[in-house]
């Protein structure tokens, strides 16, 4: 039968509704601020959002794209390559090329589509994808239509990425390798310092999605390249104005002059219609922020490691290092589920991620911090963790 | 160069741990129907592949594996 493939999900859906949780979902019925709502009918602190910077509530953001309505409508109704290219769109290009130091940019409507969109085109039938074995969603879906030849190198290996080149001899040449600067699901940055000097020894273009680290890392907010100082390795950067600069959309940057001959092949920016007036006006305001408020990025480190050593210090098992990202990693799914709405319970929605989202067989309880957030809502969050404790749902020592 | 009788015998030992079921592991043994590995032991299992024999083994070629056999042969042509 054509649906007896959903049938675990339909048995999954049907478990958390017997038990009365809605992890999945999670309606906001109003919105307080960046980093407070009402969920489900609770009042909670927002820390499953990726609103790194709280841009998405940022007043100026907010009266750009109210400007844009008033001048544009409230949508373009039509493909870049049919009507939808207005010149807000082509100026978010050149800001966002400038803002990287490259001539070349393409915006998308969605980052998925960026992503995905990009991997799908740039390498085809006859050329090999070396890609992290823990990349997003997007980047799989992306190679999988290539027709490319599709290996995965071991997460953040570099040792691994270098043996595989060395096994595709000369193919390594036309290769294109694949990594992420922050990873979303457990925060850990990728090492991209010594992936830049595989490629080196061996060749290949290398393709850096940015879109957790953008705004996050590095002197100028460019993202994990920028910070490991290896930019100039870097053949294609993407990324997504749907967590830092707190809109939706996404972008390709790259100093080939190649990327704009793309431009003309790529589905997934052809075949869909382009982003609202409105959206590029605040995701452009939002860079400006970005470029010109580095307290930005310093309020959100300040607020990472609040939170990752409040975690650690309870003896949670978080990731190796602190990022905009705190993920806690339990191996049983229903204890998971049941921390998941106590959390809830004690004002604080973050994300449940169940396998295969999560890089391995654990469940996570995923965080995402904002600039936004005040201390004293970060403590909080680290008080209701503590319950989880001290309540015995949650048992350090057993944890993952 | 390795006969394909030899990659199959590799395959049994290196999916021992994972026979939870003790079913007697053969060519026509489904690795996710039978034996019921997850998406994410399958990828697993092909690294230790991998690593084994020095080869690094596409991702296109898994939705043409289902048995034992069928990876045993794609080792074999990957590795010739």
Redesign the interface.
Known sequence: MLFDKFQSMADFQAELRDRGVAPFGAVTEELLSATEGVVQGKRVILAGTNNYLGLSSDPRCIKAAKDAVERWGTGTTGSRLANGSFVEHQALEDDIAEFYGVENAIVFTTGYSATMGMCATLAGPGDVILLD?DSHASIYSG??QSGA????F?HSNPEDLA??MR??GDRAKQTLIIAEGIYSMLGDVAPLRDIAAVKREYGGYLFVDEAHSMGALGETGRGAAQAAGIEEDVDFFVGTFSKSLGAIGGFCVSRHPELQTIRYCISAYIFTASSAPSIIASTREALRIIRTEPELRDKLWHNANLLYDGLQALGLPVGPTASPVVAVEMEDRSATIECWQALMDAGVYVNLVV??ASP??NFLLRNSVSAAHTSAQIKHIVKAYASLISTGLVNPTKTA | MTEYQEYLTFLYSALESKNKKNLTLSETTSLVADIGLSSLEVMEFIEKIEDHFDISIPLNILPDVNTIGDLATKVKEINL
């Open positions: 074995a190679v999988k030849e599709v290996i995965r071991k043996k595989r096994r595709l396998p295969p391995s067989t």
